[in-house]
């Protein structure tokens, strides 16, 4: 059985530099090139999945570096993971994990396989644990639905599955370890791009925004702090251009349809008052 190489050289949840985590050290840690055997018009496998996913998170903290507040990553890891049990998939290959990243912007985004950040930003702007796990839920959502996979189809790395740098040159040679660095540099870059700029789908996000809403309701959290914490954004103007808004396309008519799937599957709950207590000392 072939081993796998760590695509990602840190775990999400320990603070490191940034510099750490080079692309090209990341694409070139493990790929095999077998014809045939990841087509870009399937789905990836659990495993590539996970080792994709590392990948893109790789990226993704070169330009959001890890927060070092060891609370407040543990309190977020606390509630993602309470979020995933409630999913329609509560495991990965390598398991869910939660990190919080240091920015001023109000975002959150979801890796492939399970690697999940919140922007110190977003954390300021809930008021309350429930409006925390709204946001995380819809990434949850994102992560259960295999949502950032769609961005495969249209990367150019047919033919690509992971194994181990050496497994590959010695059967292949070192031409063909750069076409697949190549190939798989552009999956990484054409998903990484997706999670942080472009967005999903109106489609994916509306999934998003339900399964998120059922999600985080079957987990114990009221689901209209959700839509608050939504509403709160957009009276204060936070549809900026590294917004939550701008990546996930919240509006009004999204908070409308969201009120009205709420109420069309009787979904409902407390905002616990020993929830908000302990939000405001682990958000402090």
């Given at each position: 059985m072939?081993?796998?190489?760590?695509?990602?050289?840190?775990?999400?949840?320990?603070?490191?530099?940034?510099?750490?985590?080079?692309?090209?050290?990341?694409?070139?840690?493990?790929?095999?090139?077998?014809?045939?055997?990841?087509?870009?018009?399937?789905?990836?496998?659990?495993?590539?999945?996970?080792?994709?996913?590392?990948?893109?998170?790789?990226?993704?903290?070169?330009?959001?570096?890890l927060s070092s507040d060891v609370a407040l990553n543990t309190y977020v890891n606390k509630i993602g993971q309470t979020i995933v049990q409630a999913s329609d998939r509560p495991e990965t290959f390598g398991g869910y994990h939660f990190a919080v990243v240091n920015s001023p912007d109000i975002n959150a985004f979801a890796c492939p396989g399970g690697f999940i950040f919140v922007t110190t930003g977003a954390i300021k702007a809930a008021q309350n644990e429930d409006q925390l796990a709204g946001v995380i839920a819809h990434e949850v959502a994102h992560v259960a639905n295999k949502h950032a996979l769609k961005a495969m189809k249209k990367a150019a790395w047919t033919g690509v599955a992971l194994s181990t740098v050496e497994d590959v040159a010695s059967t292949y040679g070192s031409d063909v370890v750069q076409q697949i660095n190549a190939s798989f540099g552009s999956a990484v870059l054409d998903v990484t791009d997706m999670v942080l700029k472009s967005g999903f789908s109106r489609g994916d996000e509306k999934q998003a925004d339900e399964k998120g809403l059922e999600y985080m309701t079957h987990a114990g959290y009221n689901p209209q702090a959700l839509v608050d914490f939504f509403n709160t954004m957009l009276n204060q103007g936070a549809a900026g251009s590294k917004s939550l808004f701008a990546t996930h396309a919240a509006t009004d008519t999204r908070i409308r349809v969201a009120e009205a799937y709420i109420k069309n599957k009787g979904l409902s709950g407390d905002t616990a008052a020993v929830r908000t207590q302990r939000f405001k000392v682990a958000a402090k």
């Open positions: 072939k081993r796998f190489l760590l695509i990602m050289a840190v775990a999400v949840l320990v603070p490191v530099s940034a510099n750490a985590l080079d692309l090209s050290n990341v694409i070139n840690s493990a790929v095999n090139f077998t014809a045939g055997a990841v087509k870009a018009s399937k789905n990836l496998t659990p495993v590539q999945e996970y080792y994709l996913g590392r990948a893109v998170a790789a990226q993704a903290l070169q330009e959001y570096p």
